[in-house]
């Protein structure tokens, strides 16, 4: 770290939890007479449900009650909300709208009974046509319509330029490259579950979700209750991506059997069925047309995208205008975007959606121009940074983008990369260096806290916000903590309940830049209520003075010659505790800055010359992400982010079967995902310049862009090593070999 004043580096708050075996996910709940549910899906893409046979299952031990389309549990269908993961809901009718979509809930006492009475349902299926092949949809591709705010095929030409062609054709220089990418899924490590429990008409559930306001929203309109008769518990959730944003049709059916059954209701997907069930990313395919000035200066910008998208809603990747868009000036920009609609499993958010793809992409063109300019690819970047956001002229609230790439060149030793692919072999091993930019918006929603002393000398900071692994748990602690001048171990966080202080949740990258303002502001509040207390109550040795007069010191409160700890004024006047609610919320500043962090990644990678196979031997990766609030899970965040992107680059992709649109790899045995062999050392580091005009803790999040173009600065350096561009993810050694 460089210094930074205010950063701390402390171990995580759960972790001795965690390791212990002691936090409790979604599925470790227990619950009296709970009953267990296991999901049938569709095997068949596109059609309609004909019958079930489930004498069989409902004749099978320990079954309570097999739900299908045609013996349905209630849900309403009509004014499905967005944090629904797709557009109906589920067992509302017969259709089926994608292979692997649920179409039935076994439950049963045991798990294992309910999972050997799934095997013994018989679907009946009238089969209609499904478009399932992402290629084969290209040529009829269509406008999704406005992308944040702004039109899907957005254009800006200088004076005189007639179209984007013309000004590429004008360019002194230009490469063009098709770049394409698989669909990919999240992979959390816990796979969703949920516990549902009812009692005297309000639902319980215990589910892992980024989100739990927004589950209370959606489960509450899809049960027909109040959002006051809904509580979400979510204490720990082992990974999101994402992925745990919707709500998604196991939680959907697992309240509404406990609803029907009188009994709490469980559903853990199995591994296999979180491919299907829950979201994914959208299989892309990119054009980017670079024309540029001998000397580097961009002057046109291409990005076209086709994403995939399901007929049943979801997301797509919109690849060109979360990072195209504003990425380098030019003086003639051109994206546009389109959708290719398919009989598949919805798209969702996917850490860093758009940004992943789309960096892959013009991360990738930038190096292909670089080469065919003789430029080097830093000095490239950094000859065509933008210092004002292109087409809009605001300036960004903190840039430094050139800073990443110079601290991040001299820290990796980029001075020593061959300029010639293929130049540099060690035994039978051909060595490269590549680099790409990072870059993800900052983004920040209203968020409320609550801070409360207690007699036993503890202050609970609680939200209802989320810890997916990332690190919120310790971060409420460490700013807690420093809004109050207390050790972090006085500090009790709390998170993860919808009953505590309203927040909506951990996305975005937005948790520590949205919650972090307002713990500040609930520890002001709660200062002021404990001053009140010792003024106004009896008791109290203060009573009578000036709350003026009375100063909140490091725990204590001074007044005068008289000073005395907060846990014994709240046991003096028999005080279970007393605190307060703060908020914060986007300022007035949010429409005169453009908000983003940015990055440089720098790897090496070797290829073997005999069998192709890529190995990365060593990354650097320079963040500018504003103050950093706890350097340990921070690092551990932009690493996380790297080895995501290790995924895409060199292993991740969902096989779509043609014929049946089935994801033939869906499971752990045949997706693969980057183990740590595949890892290699990961130097990150921090810029240390607090973004103030973006929140008072001068912090923009970090939770997506560690992602953002590791695959192009791989694929850059697999170049470098072996003069060979490779255009589709992942890089395998097929795609390397003559
Ligand atoms: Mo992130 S894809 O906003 O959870």
Excluded at 18 to 39: F, I, M, N
Excluded at 536 to 557: I, N
Excluded at 611 to 621: A, D, N, V
């Amino acid at each position: 770290m460089s210094g930074a004043a205010r950063t701390v580096s402390v171990n995580r708050v759960d972790g001795r939890l965690k390791v212990t075996g002691g936090a409790r996910y979604a599925a470790d709940q227990p619950a009296e007479r709970l009953a267990h549910g296991c999901l049938l899906l569709s095997t068949v893409a596109r059609g309609t449900v004909r019958a079930m046979d489930t004498t069989a299952a409902e004749a099978s031990p320990g079954v309570l009650a097999v739900y299908t389309p045609f013996r349905t549990l209630a849900l309403l269908g009509s004014g499905t909300p967005f944090s629904v993961g797709h557009s109906w809901l589920p067992l509302q009718d017969a259709g089926v709208h994608y292979h692997g979509q649920a179409i039935g809930l076994v439950v049963a006492e045991t798990f294992e009974q309910a999972r050997d009475a799934a095997a013994l349902v018989r679907a009946d299926y009238e089969v209609r046509p499904a478009a399932v092949s992402f290629p084969d949809g290209i040529p009829s591709a269509t406008d999704p319509g406005p992308i944040m705010g702004e039109p899907a095929r957005l254009e800006y030409l200088a004076d005189g330029v007639d179209s984007i062609d013309a000004a590429l054709a004008a360019s002194e220089v230009t490469v063009s490259g098709t770049y394409q990418q698989p669909g990919k899924h999240h992979s959390a490590m816990e796979p969703h579950a949920c516990v549902a429990a009812w009692q005297d008409g309000s639902l319980t559930l215990y589910t892992g979700t980024q989100s739990a306001s927004l589950t209370v929203g959606a489960m509450a309109a899809a049960l027909g209750v109040e959002t006051a008769k809904v509580r979400v518990v979510s204490p720990h959730v082992g990974g999101g991506f994402g992925n745990k944003v919707a709500t998604w049709a196991h939680s959907l059916l697992a309240a509404a059997a406990a609803r029907t059954l009188g009994r709490p209701v469980k559903v853990v997907l199995t591994r296999e069925q979180t491919f299907t069930v829950t979201g994914n990313r959208s299989a892309v395919r990119q054009t980017v047309s670079l024309g540029a000035r001998r000397d580097g200066t961009l002057v046109a910008v291409k990005h076209q995208v086709w994403a995939s998208q399901s007929g049943s809603g979801g997301i797509f990747e919109s690849s060109a205008h979360t990072t195209s868009r504003y990425l380098y000036r030019t003086e003639n920009l051109h994206l546009d975007q389109k959708i290719v609609t398919l009989d598949v499993p919805p798209p969702t958010w996917m850490r860093a959606p758009g940004q992943e793809s789309g960096s892959f992409a013009l991360e990738t063109a930038l190096d292909e121009l670089a080469a065919e300019l003789r430029i080097d690819p830093v000095e490239l970047r950094l000859r065509n940074d933008a210092t004002v956001y292109p087409g809009r002229n605001v300036p960004w609230s903190s840039k430094h983008l050139d800073e990443c790439y110079r601290v991040g060149a001299q820290r990796f030793g980029w001075a020593r990369r061959h300029p010639t692919p293929g130049a540099v072999q060690r035994g039978e091993w051909l060595v490269g260096m590549g680099t790409a930019t990072a870059n993800y918006p900052g983004e920040r929603f209203p968020a409320s806290v609550d801070v409360r002393f207690r007699p036993d000398g503890d202050v609970s900071v609680s939200s209802a916000t989320a810890d997916l692994g990332t690190g919120m748990w310790t971060v409420l602690a460490v700013l807690g903590a420093e809004a109050l001048g207390l050790p972090v171990s006085r500090i009790r966080s709390d998170l993860g309940d919808s009953i505590l202080a309203a927040n909506i949740g951990s996305f975005g990258s937005a948790s520590t830049a949205s919650t972090g303002p307002a713990v500040a502001a609930a520890a002001q509040a709660a200062t002021t209520a404990l001053i009140d207390l010792a003024v106004t109550d009896e008791r109290s040795p203060l009573h009578g003075r000036p709350a003026a007069e009375v100063r909140y010191e490091r725990g204590e409160l001074v007044a005068g010659d008289r000073r005395i700890g907060f846990p014994e004024l709240l046991r003096t006047v028999d005080s279970p505790g007393v605190g307060a609610t703060g908020s914060a919320a986007p300022g007035p500043d949010h429409g005169r800055y453009a908000f983003t962090s940015f990055g440089a990644h720098f790897c090496e990678v070797r290829v073997n010359r005999w069998t192709g196979e890529p190995r990365l031997t060593r990354i650097t990766t320079v963040i500018d992400g504003g103050a950093i609030i706890n350097a340990k899970t921070a690092r551990s965040q932009i690493i996380g982010g790297v080895v995501f992107g290790i995924g895409q680059a060199l292993l991740e992709g969902a096989v779509v079967e043609p014929d049946s649109g089935r994801i033939a790899n869906g499971n752990f045995a045949d997706y693969l995902l980057p183990v740590n062999a595949d890892v290699p050392p990961i130097d990150v580091h921090f810029l240390d310049h607090p973004d103030l005009l973006f929140n008072p803790l001068g912090a923009r999040g970090i939770g997506e862009i560690g992602t953002v173009g590791v695959a192009a600065a791989i694929g850059n350096a697999v170049y470098n090593a072996t003069g060979r561009r490779v255009r589709e993810l992942p890089i395998t050694l097929d795609k390397l070999l003559d």
